[in-house]
């Protein structure tokens, strides 16, 4: 059996977001990676286990090296990336993710994950969570100094301005915001005690539709699009924020402008997306929606985008009607510029 002093699984540590984040003194700030947490435990019997308590290791078998790395008896927080193109790729992450071994081990090969740590919880058997955060980062640096890919150490620092520089040129190395942490903050489990400092950015979109909520009597959620450059309306993401009031009177406008179609037709042309694509991942999900003539302008921000579309939910900020549709096009969105991912992690 493996000597932790704790048994697992267990819940991570969270973080509250925030889009100012605090400054010093008595903060840290660690780059946040796009990425699957994980918990490792090493030993005898290794563990690679999810934020939801779930074991990972199955899909990602080359990862059991890196694993093996670690001296007995110790546990690490950490976030599982796929590198392509020298930044982090969450959707060829996703597809690590499948129930088939021959996939996975085939994918193992053509998409190898790799694995940045950020905090020590148990080091060779001793439970470190009640330490301060400074002392388990020492903890960690030392350990790492015997490890080797795919292992990589996110940076640290205390430094306001450098933090604040991160904040920016790092998004483009696949850093999805700043952890911020107190220096002399414990390790508790399941509590949001860490701060996540996101971007927040602004976007005019057009609804080309919405679905259903669950209760059948009101909108679930609108979809949003944006005019690629020959001029179709490609779906970009969605929209759910909105009171149980609003929800039944927006289901009404919407009812009356119901369309045949609106996101650039059956979506085949290259460059043009549509909702309601099944996939593993939505599982029972009712992906049905209803198109809408392309007419109602909508205000949201949103945090980052993952190729074409928004990586999250995006949050409701105002209705456009003073918006023209044909400035609701792709270059209003920010894309990231700066560094890649091997030149950020060690």
Same mark, same amino acid.
């Given at each position: 059996?493996?000597?932790?002093?704790?048994?697992?699984?267990?819940?991570?540590?969270?973080?509250?977001?925030?889009?100012?984040?605090?400054?010093?003194?008595?903060?840290?700030?660690?780059?946040?990676?796009?990425?699957?947490?994980?918990?490792?435990?090493?030993?005898?019997?290794?563990?690679?286990?999810?934020?939801?308590?779930?074991?990972?290791?199955?899909?990602?078998?080359?990862?059991?090296?890196?694993?093996?790395?670690?001296?007995?008896?110790?546990?690490?927080?950490?976030?599982?990336?796929?590198? +392509?193109?020298?930044?982090?790729?969450?959707?060829?992450?996703?597809?690590?993710?499948?129930?088939?071994?021959?996939?996975?081990? =085939?994918?193992?090969?053509?998409?190898?994950? $790799?694995?940045?740590?950020?905090?020590?919880?148990?080091?060779?058997?001793?439970?470190?969570?009640?330490?301060?955060?400074? $002392?388990?980062?020492?903890?960690?640096?030392? =350990?790492?100094?015997?490890?080797?890919?795919?292992?990589?150490?996110?940076?640290?620092?205390?430094?306001?301005?450098?933090?604040?520089?991160?904040?920016?040129?790092?998004?483009?190395?696949? !850093?999805?915001?700043?952890? +911020?942490?107190?220096?002399?903050?414990?390790?508790?489990?399941?509590?949001?005690?860490?701060?996540?400092?996101?971007?927040?950015?602004?976007?005019? !979109?057009?609804?080309?539709?919405?679905?259903?909520?669950?209760?059948?009597?009101?909108?679930?959620?609108?979809?949003?699009?944006?005019?690629?450059?020959?001029?179709?309306?490609?779906?970009?993401?969605? !929209?759910?924020?909105?009171?149980?009031?609003?929800?039944?009177?927006?289901?009404?406008?919407?009812?009356?402008?119901?369309?045949?179609?609106?996101?650039?037709?059956?979506?085949?042309?290259?460059?043009?997306?549509?909702?309601?694509?099944?996939?593993?991942?939505?599982?029972?999900?009712?992906?049905?929606?209803?198109?809408?003539?392309?007419?109602?302008?909508?205000?949201?921000?949103?945090?980052?985008?993952?190729?074409?579309?928004?990586?999250?939910?995006?949050?409701?900020?105002?209705?456009?009607?003073?918006?023209?549709?044909?400035? !609701?096009?792709?270059?209003?969105?920010?894309?990231?510029?700066?560094?890649?991912?091997?030149? +950020?992690?060690?």
């Amino acid at each position: 059996m493996s000597d932790w002093p704790f048994e697992p699984p267990i819940k991570p540590m969270k973080a509250k977001i925030r889009v100012n984040p605090p400054e010093p003194p008595g903060w840290v700030y660690e780059p946040k990676w796009d990425g699957f947490r994980a918990i490792v435990w090493a030993g005898d019997e290794p563990r690679l286990d999810s934020r939801s308590l779930k074991p990972l290791l199955r899909y990602f078998p080359e990862l059991q090296p890196a694993l093996d790395q670690l001296p007995a008896g110790s546990v690490v927080d950490t976030e599982i990336v796929v590198i +392509v193109n020298d930044v982090t790729d969450f959707g060829a992450l996703q597809q690590r993710i499948h129930p088939a071994e021959s996939r996975v081990n =085939m994918l193992s090969e053509a998409t190898p994950a $790799e694995i940045v740590a950020f905090d020590l919880l148990a080091d060779r058997g001793e439970d470190i969570r009640d330490h301060p955060y400074e $002392e388990r980062r020492a903890r960690l640096e030392e =350990m790492f100094k015997k490890l080797n890919y795919p292992w990589h150490l996110t940076p640290v620092t205390r430094n306001f301005e450098e933090a604040t520089r991160w904040f920016t040129e790092y998004e483009s190395a696949g !850093c999805d915001g700043i952890i +911020v942490k107190e220096a002399d903050q414990p390790y508790v489990e399941d509590k949001r005690n860490w701060i996540k400092w996101k971007h927040r950015r602004d976007a005019d !979109c057009v609804v080309g539709g919405y679905r259903i909520h669950k209760d059948g009597d009101k909108i679930g959620s609108i979809l949003l699009g944006l005019y690629n450059d020959d001029g179709d309306l490609s779906f970009i993401g969605h !929209c759910s924020g909105f009171s149980d009031h609003d929800r039944v009177e927006l289901l009404k406008q919407f009812e009356a402008i119901r369309s045949d179609e609106s996101f650039g037709g059956r979506g085949d042309e290259p460059g043009v997306r549509v909702p309601g694509a099944q996939s593993r991942w939505s599982g029972d999900k009712n992906m049905n929606w209803v198109p809408v003539d392309p007419g109602v302008v909508v205000q949201i921000s949103y945090d980052q985008l993952e190729g074409n579309r928004f990586r999250h939910a995006t949050r409701f900020e105002r209705w456009r009607p003073d918006k023209p549709l044909e400035e !609701c096009t792709f270059d209003q969105l920010e894309r990231p510029e700066g560094t890649g991912f091997s030149n +950020v992690v060690n």
